[in-house]
């Protein structure tokens, strides 16, 4: 009956989960979730704060401020982190980002320890699907704590699960 315990917490996490499936949060490793969908390409990061920033609490006025300003900037620029191939002609939509601690105040009782995960959503829109081969990934060389980048593709020909790690940029969508 060992595995009762694991079925009953993965049913809890299913519920309390939004829409999509949160990993484990591990701190060095983010999680690239690739979707293709005719002309669409849905781009969806979720990333331990602490490989953001280098802690996961609420920054601290100055220095640790301005760095998380400039994180959230970045990832709202969406070809700042990630560029599909570019005879696919895709342009980005609006970045929609959860910001984890960085932003906004702490809701009253938030403690400075536990975790926090920064999300960041993203469509592009391809005008020569067809064209699209791969991404180039940026987050190792925006991101210099990130260490692994688990990548799960879905609707592309190539493997559904992709790592890069420090110094790998390249995921294939089509074999
Ligand atoms: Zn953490």
Known sequence: MRSLPTLTLAAAAALAAPAHAHKAHVHGVMNLNLAIDGPVLVVELVTPQDSVVGHER???PGAETTAA???LALLSEAPRWLQPDAAAGCSAGPV???PGKLEGPAPAGEKDSGHADVEARVEWRCQAPAALKGVDVLL?????RAERIDVQVAGGSG???QTLRRGQRRVALAR
């Open 96 to 98: 929609t980002i959860v």
């Open 140 to 144: 190792f060389d925006a991101f210099r």
């Open 159 to 161: 493997p559904a699960k």
């Open 69 to 71: 300003a400039a994180a």
């Open 58 to 60: 609420r920054p601290r």
